[in-house]
């Protein structure tokens, strides 16, 4: 797999993914490419029923079009207070096509007005990895903590400010970056990919 000059594909042109995923995958001795640096302009529709289905639509999808290993993922926010909800539409929760992340955060606090406290849930994540034309392997991760009503914090993204970890007092988006690549879910899901992408990449 060298002949691709240790190159892996990421399905994402989130500069925010991007950065944690860099800081987790540092010492693999392995470039990553967004579909932006790759010349991808490539739409995938996620309908699937889990995250790992999701995430493999996308990773299969990228590797065939740029002939790249390619790592993609998806996750969400799994609120118990909402039945789940999010979850799978985390992304796309408030229906509004020009909504961003601070609308979501604010549609979900209010659902959860009327809601008794503590608002119990989890962040989840499915990393699927796929080599051109052949297989795709999986991992995933899970951090759980609660929703709080007032935003913290400057880092992360989506619903980070709004997302207590357990055993840290702090928010997500108050997490150093360290701490961030050892509890979130993506870093959890990413750690147990690890193995993969040290045999796909191993000398």
Same mark, same amino acid.
């Given at each position: 797999?060298?002949?691709?000059?240790?190159?892996? +594909? !990421?399905?994402?042109?989130? $500069?925010?993914?991007? %950065? #944690?995923?860099? =800081?987790?995958?540092?010492?693999?001795?392995?470039?990553?490419?967004?579909?932006?640096?790759?010349?991808? $302009?490539?739409?995938?529709?996620?309908?699937?029923?889990?995250?790992?289905?999701?995430?493999?639509?996308?990773?299969?999808?990228?590797?065939? =079009?740029?002939?790249?290993?390619?790592?993609?993922? /998806?996750?969400?926010?799994?609120? /118990?207070?909402?039945?789940?909800?999010?979850?799978?539409?985390?992304?796309?929760?408030? @229906?509004?096509? /020009?909504?961003?992340?601070?609308? $979501?955060? *604010? &549609?979900?606090?209010?659902?959860?007005?009327?809601?008794?406290? @503590?608002?119990?849930?989890? &962040?989840?994540?499915? !990393?699927?990895?796929?080599?051109?034309?052949? #297989?795709?392997?999986?991992?995933?991760?899970?951090? @759980?903590?609660?929703?709080?009503?007032?935003?913290?914090?400057?880092?992360?993204?989506?619903?980070? @400010?709004? &997302?207590?970890?357990?055993?840290?007092? %702090?928010?997500? *988006?108050?997490?150093?970056?360290?701490?961030?690549?050892? +509890?979130?879910? $993506?870093?959890?899901?990413?750690?147990?990919?690890?193995?993969?992408?040290?045999?796909? &990449?191993?000398?």
């Amino acid at each position: 797999m060298r002949g691709t000059m240790n190159r892996l +594909l !990421v399905a994402t042109n989130n $500069r925010g993914k991007m %950065q #944690e995923l860099r =800081a987790l995958l540092s010492d693999l001795g392995v470039i990553l490419v967004t579909p932006e640096d790759a010349g991808l $302009r490539l739409s995938v529709t996620e309908d699937g029923t889990s995250y790992r289905e999701n995430a493999q639509k996308k990773a299969t999808a990228f590797a065939a =079009a740029s002939g790249l290993i390619t790592l993609a993922d /998806d996750s969400g926010l799994e609120v /118990d207070a909402l039945e789940g909800a999010p979850g799978l539409h985390s992304a796309r929760y408030l @229906p509004d096509a /020009d909504a961003n992340d601070a609308d $979501r955060r *604010a &549609f979900l606090l209010r659902n959860l007005l009327d809601k008794p406290r @503590p608002w119990r849930a989890h &962040f989840r994540a499915a !990393v699927v990895i796929a080599v051109p034309g052949g #297989e795709t392997s999986s991992a995933e991760g899970d951090c @759980p903590g609660e929703i709080i009503p007032q935003e913290r914090g400057s880092g992360g993204f989506g619903y980070d @400010p709004i &997302f207590l970890v357990d055993g840290t007092g %702090q928010t997500m *988006a108050e997490l150093s970056m360290e701490e961030k690549n050892r +509890l979130s879910h $993506r870093a959890r899901a990413i750690t147990n990919a690890r193995p993969i992408l040290q045999h796909l &990449f191993r000398a």
